[in-house]
C-alpha cells in the first residue's frame, strides 16, 4: 500500500457533503476530480499554467484508480503527487489519497497528461518552467 513518504507533494483537499453517494461514502468517480484537481493546482501554483490564455494546455489521455478503503464527507485528505514518467509531450502522474495525518494510503492512482498547442490540438514540448515544476516530483 502506498505511503506518505512516497509522494514528494501533497494537495490538501476538503470532501464536500455532495462526495458522498447512497452507499455514504465519497462515490469512486470523485477520486479523478480530486487527482485532476491536485495536479492543475499545482500546474498551475507552481509551474505557472494559464488555463485560460496559455497556447499550452494538457489533455488527460488516460486514467485509472485502486481503491483500499473508503473515505467519507466529512473527511479531511490530502493528495500525494508524483511523475512517473516524463516525456517530451507527456507525463504520468502518480496519485494516493490519504487521510489528512495518516501514512498509509486509501486509494492510489495515475494519469497521464499530453501537452497540445491550445489552437491546433497537436502534441508540443512540454514549456520549461511546467517541465522544471515536474522534474521536481520524478521519483
Not at 453517494?21 to 468517480?29: E, F
Not at 495515475?110 to 521519483?139: C, K, Q, T, W, Y
Request: charged share 20%; net charge negative.
Amino acid at each position: 500500500m502506498p505511503q506518505r513518504s512516497e509522494y514528494p507533494h501533497l494537495q490538501a483537499i476538503t470532501t464536500r457533503w455532495h462526495d458522498n453517494d447512497v452507499y455514504g461514502h465519497v462515490n469512486n468517480v470523485t477520486y479523478y476530480s480530486f487527482f485532476d484537481t491536485a495536479v492543475n493546482t499545482y500546474l498551475i501554483e507552481v509551474g505557472g499554467l494559464d488555463i485560460h490564455d496559455g497556447e499550452v494546455v494538457g489533455f488527460v489521455v488516460s486514467s485509472a484508480c485502486d481503491y483500499f478503503a473508503s473515505i467519507a464527507f466529512p473527511d479531511r485528505i490530502e493528495i500525494g503527487l508524483r511523475v512517473g514518467k516524463l516525456g517530451s509531450s507527456s507525463v504520468q502522474y502518480e496519485l494516493a489519497v490519504f487521510k489528512a495525518g495518516e501514512e498509509e494510503a486509501y486509494a492510489a492512482g495515475r494519469f497521464v497528461h499530453v501537452f497540445v498547442d491550445r489552437a491546433s490540438n497537436r502534441p508540443v514540448a512540454i514549456p520549461d518552467r511546467l517541465r522544471g515544476a515536474m522534474e521536481r516530483l520524478v521519483v
